[in-house]
């Protein structure tokens, strides 16, 4: 009795964990899926300056809790068709960008107020990461399952096939 408890717990976490993965995974694949419209998009090529970083902490009350959350942005100075730009970007939890620093940016040409700054995007590459792993998760759960439900139908037919035929042991008796 206590052993189908533990399957069915088991099997009630296992699902929870794996929507919880598939969660995950669907709005990673959106994240990449909106940077790599973000790049299409972008093509012409230039040098930008981080002017300034700007850090923001987001003070909050949850749950009678005080939650701090920082986030930063940066903002860049560019030059396209003899204009210049002073644009702030994305904010992040940490960005790996000095002030001052001269990074590469593509611009998008229609609309050159729209950009892309691939050493501040570097953080995609930790969600590719998060949904591989997740991903990986959720495919060992799934065949654990299956690997405890066969398990249980062995038990379940090695428990019917004692009663119809007897336990080894009876038999063993019985022959002597």
């Not at 939650?67 to 930063?72: A, E, F, K, R, S």
């Not at 037919?157 to 004692?162: A, F, I």
């Not at 007897?166 to 008796?173: I, K, Q, R, Y």
């Amino acid at each position: 009795m206590k052993k189908d408890k533990n399957i069915k717990s088991y099997r009630n976490s296992s699902i929870a964990f794996a929507l919880f993965a598939c969660v995950i995974m669907v709005i990673v694949c959106f994240e990449i899926y909106g940077i790599k419209q973000l790049k299409d998009r972008c093509t012409y090529k230039t040098k930008a300056v981080a002017e300034e970083v700007i850090s923001r902490k987001n003070i909050d009350y949850v749950n009678g809790e005080l939650t701090v959350q920082t986030t930063c942005t940066v903002v860049y100075s560019y030059k396209y068709d003899r204009n210049e730009y002073l644009e702030e970007g994305s904010a992040f939890s940490k960005i790996s960008i000095k002030k001052g620093e001269i990074v590469d940016f593509y611009i998008d040409p229609n609309k050159p107020t729209v950009f892309y700054c691939p050493a501040a995007h570097l953080i995609y590459t930790w969600y590719i990461f998060v949904g591989a792993v997740c991903l990986l998760m959720f495919i060992s759960i799934w065949y654990m399952r299956r690997y405890i439900r066969d398990m249980k139908y062995i038990s379940n037919k090695q428990k019917t096939d004692e009663v119809i035929f007897g336990s080894a042991d009876n038999n063993a008796n019985k022959k002597r």
